[in-house]
């Protein structure tokens, strides 16, 4: 098994489908082409840890070679393209996902030009576009320079280092799912690991493996193509993306505050029940939940992406308590933690509040980039680089997002101080705008 993941340079690019990508962002772009249409956005890459040095290890050549490749992917016609039959056939709780208009845009679509440049040990690289294309660079934006990291690597290792880290990973990541099976707890996950994966093909491999341990807790994956091909449920809703840049182009500071549950009550509109999940960190929890409007209480629940774990989940089943919803468990509401997750916390949450609330977790480096410590002399340097296999195999936290919208900074806050995005300025006016209750400063992992 490991012998083929196991080559010193992966065959085929990083990004091999039009379709190896995420769900939510195909489930946002019919949103996007309902609601926001003639929005231009601008996306850029970041990368929080600067002590990877991206630019030092990747070749640029080769960098723009596989974005250039990204940009020749292509949906087919609709009447012969598979991944599109694939996708007509989506249903969720009786309900056709996606209407004919959107697939004739499918048809057609392509990514918008980028740029990209090298700035120090690192690269600035960013696309500006009508946001329902430009949206599509997010993914790729990190999976690309991701992996051709990793690579070059492994082509400093000797095909025995090689083995060993490949054997190591494979045993640290069933001995995680293992500790899942094994719970009594037995908590659902969904793999969330594409974005920052080690590889295509290791995510294939990790996600055959979860589907064997897990079994029935797996209960999906947010990528498309592992979706189809190991007969998963593709699973997703919305990202911080929506109130950022719907916030952006809001006029005032009572229409900025609005946005973000005015984006919520267009995703109702347009997708009804099946659907409706709150991500409400995106300028901070506190302030989100203060101000809802009573009918998110009629929402199954919330995605849980940065700040305290443990103290975000109580405020969800007071939020629910305080609307006369008693014991949410039993009212179907549940919370899906996703912020750096991983076995042990997990097993932790479901300790304190599966009683109260169904549980779910979005896992992702850590099921297809668990590397850290397995190289088997970590204490010694990378060849041609001033860190150690230890450094330069951990998880580290590289983002995409909205820089501008329509020409306006794009800002969001975060329940944690260190992973907000947008210039300073605009920060500090979101804060004033928004508030910073309940915001802390933690070490970002991924």
Not at 30 to 48: A, E, G, H, M, T
Not at 66 to 92: E, Q, W
Not at 103 to 124: C, I, K, T, W
Request: proline share 6%.
């Amino acid at each position: 098994m490991t012998a083929f993941l196991n080559t010193p340079v992966s065959e085929g690019p990083p990004n091999r489908s039009v379709v190896d990508d995420d769900i939510y962002k195909f489930i946002m772009l019919q949103f996007i082409l309902r609601f926001y249409p003639d929005v231009q956005v601008k996306f850029s890459l970041i990368n929080r840890d600067k002590k990877i040095p991206l630019g030092d290890v990747v070749s640029e050549h080769e960098l723009r070679a596989a974005f250039d490749h990204a940009r020749t992917l292509r949906f087919g016609p609709r009447v012969k393209d598979t991944n599109i039959a694939y996708m007509r056939g989506m249903r969720m709780h009786q309900q056709v996902m996606f209407d004919e208009p959107y697939f004739e845009f499918l048809e057609h679509f392509e990514l918008p030009p980028y740029e990209l440049s090298r700035v120090g040990n690192q690269y600035a690289m960013s696309s500006s576009g009508p946001w329902s294309r430009a949206t599509f660079w997010e993914i790729r934006m990190m999976q690309i320079p991701v992996e051709l990291y990793y690579r070059e690597l492994m082509r400093r290792m000797t095909p025995i280092e090689r083995e060993v880290l490949y054997s190591r990973a494979t045993d640290r990541i069933y001995k995680e799912l293992s500790k899942l099976s094994n719970s009594k707890y037995k908590p659902k996950v969904v793999n969330f690991g594409t974005r920052r994966r080690h590889s295509f093909l290791w995510e294939k491999f990790v996600t055959a493996m979860c589907k064997e341990v897990l079994g029935d807790q797996l209960i999906g994956t947010s990528n498309i193509w592992m979706a189809h091909h190991f007969n998963l449920v593709p699973m997703g809703t919305n990202a911080h993306e929506l109130p950022m840049v719907a916030t952006a182009i809001a006029k005032g500071d009572d229409a900025k505050r609005r946005a973000q549950y005015q984006v919520l009550e267009q995703w109702q509109k347009l997708y009804g029940v099946f659907l409706r999940i709150c991500l409400p960190d995106t300028f901070g929890t506190k302030q989100f939940l203060a101000n809802a409007p009573e009918w998110l209480a009629d929402w199954r629940g919330f995605r849980d992406d940065s700040g305290d774990t443990f103290e975000n989940i109580e405020g969800y089943i007071d939020w629910y308590k305080e609307r006369g919803i008693l014991k949410p468990k039993e009212a179907g509401k549940i919370v899906i933690p996703s912020d750096g997750e991983n076995a042990d916390h997990a097993l932790k949450v479901c300790e304190a509040f599966d009683e109260h609330i169904n549980l779910s977790f979005g896992i992702g480096p850590n099921l297809t980039n668990a590397f850290f410590g397995c190289h088997p002399t970590p204490d010694k340097k990378v060849p041609g680089l001033d860190v150690t296999w230890a450094e330069a195999f951990r998880p580290f936290s590289i983002v995409a997002k909205v820089e501008e919208a329509d020409g306006n900074p794009v800002v969001k806050l975060s329940n944690n101080i260190t992973k907000a995005t947008g210039p300073k300025d605009a920060v500090a006016e979101s804060v004033r705008i928004f508030g910073g209750e309940g915001r802390i400063k933690q070490r970002v992992v991924v």
